[in-house]
């Protein structure tokens, strides 16, 4: 997340309210890039945005920071995508169909240009530091929702490897287990708490 993001009064932390959510596998290099997403907003009444891309540029990162300060934005916040090549596109859809929105992407030859209100993902709040973000109370449908989980555990049940199981922890719960100390090493603690 950039620092320009950030109000004054924030030290580590930004929230958004009822943010409208761009979810795309584009790098957003230009101001331009981001006018029909800004359009789209203010033609619906929207004040707070998420973006969630792979590189916001600064020239990007500017014109959501000059339209915040002229109260055009009540909130906005870019966050870098999680992850690499397929497995970020992955994730990036996953986020898509939890918000309610779509996921423009390059590898479909969709274009940010065409990006409507009804393509911007919603939810109930959205966080971000400088290295982590969250989404809270997503409003996608749930049975997109249940769809994509069940085509998740259908991708888990053929590869199960750390890509994955990294996927499965980021869009959900986990459980990890917490190793337990053997009869033995307890025995040796209790040992070297006596001497």
């Known amino acids: 997340m950039s620092a320009f993001l950030l109000r004054q009064d924030e030290s580590a932390t930004t929230r958004v309210q009822n943010p409208r959510i761009l979810v795309t596998d ?3 290099d230009r101001a331009e890039d981001l006018l029909p997403t800004l359009e789209a907003c203010v033609g619906a009444g929207e004040r707070n945005l998420l973006i969630v891309a792979p590189e916001i540029r600064d020239s990007a990162v500017g014109l959501l920071v000059v339209n915040r300060e002229r109260g055009v934005l009540d909130g ?26 779509r996921c423009v992407c390059q590898d479909r030859h969709e274009r940010l240009a065409d990006v409507t209100i009804g393509d911007l993902g919603k939810a109930r709040q959205a966080w971000a530091t400088r290295f982590a973000f969250g ?25 199960e490897d750390d890509a994955y199981t990294q996927r499965r922890s980021k869009n959900g719960s986990a459980s990890l287990p917490v190793p337990r100390r053997s009869s033995t090493s307890e025995r040796r603690a209790k040992v070297s708490k006596k001497i």
């Open 26 to 28: 584009y790098a957003l």
């Open 76 to 101: 906005a916040v870019a966050v870098r995508a999680p992850s690499f090549g397929p497995q970020r596109t992955r994730i990036l859809e996953d986020i898509a169909v939890i918000t309610g929105g």
């Open 135 to 159: 989404i809270l109370g997503g409003q996608g449908s749930k049975v997109g929702i249940r769809q994509r989980i069940a085509e998740a555990r259908a991708e888990l049940g053929t590869i």
